[in-house]
C-alpha cells in the first residue's frame, strides 16, 4: 500500500499552478516529525475542528515551578498524552525531556536574558513497518518559541 506523505507546512501556491502542480510530498518518517512539531506547537483549542489537538505544555509555560520533577513529569506525560492520541503512525512512545537554563547577552544593550530550554525527545516504532524511530525538538520558554 503505497500512501502520499505531504510536507508540512503546505504550500498551496504550487498546487495552482498552470502546468497543474502538486503538494510537495516527503517520506513518512519526515511526515511524523512535521506533525509532531505541529502537536507540541499547537496550544489546545486553536485547532477549529479539534479543540482537544495539541499539547497542554502550554499552560506550564509561566507557572510558577515549585518542584522541578513534577514539573518535568507534567511536561512530559503531556507530550506522551499527545502524541499517543494524535499520531497513530507510532507505537510503543516513550518521552523524555531535558530542562536547562540559557543565558544569553542581548546586542548592543548587554542586557542578559534567562531562559528555559527543553529539548524533547519522543521514542517509538512505526506502526507500518516495526521500524525504530525517533524524534527530538528544542523548545524555549517564557514565552513557549521554538527559536
Known amino acids: 500500500m503505497s500512501t502520499k506523505n505531504y510536507s508540512l507546512p503546505l504550500l498551496l501556491g504550487n498546487f495552482f499552478t498552470e502546468e497543474g502542480g502538486r503538494l510537495s510530498t516527503c517520506s513518512l518518517l519526515e511526515s511524523i516529525d512535521h506533525h509532531l512539531e505541529l ?3 499547537t496550544c489546545p483549542g486553536e485547532h477549529y475542528f479539534n479543540k482537544q489537538y495539541g499539547t497542554m505544555i502550554w499552560d506550564l509555560d509561566f507557572e510558577r515551578v515549585a518542584s522541578r520533577s513534577k514539573w518535568e513529569e507534567s511536561f512530559t506525560s503531556f507530550i506522551y498524552k499527545a502524541t499517543v492520541e494524535n499520531e497513530k503512525r507510532i507505537v510503543n512512545v516513550a518521552v523524555s525531556i531535558k530542562l536547562r537554563e540559557v543565558v544569553r547577552e542581548e546586542g548592543l544593550s548587554k542586557t542578559v536574558a534567562v531562559r528555559q530550554r ?3 525527545y519522543v521514542l517509538g516504532r512505526l506502526l507500518l513497518t516495526g521500524e525504530k524511530c525517533g524524534f527530538n525538538y528544542t523548545l524555549y520558554l517564557g514565552p513557549l518559541s521554538n527559536e
Do not use: A, F, Q
Request: glycine share 0%.
Open 39 to 41: 502537536l507540541l506547537t
Open 118 to 120: 527543553v529539548d524533547i
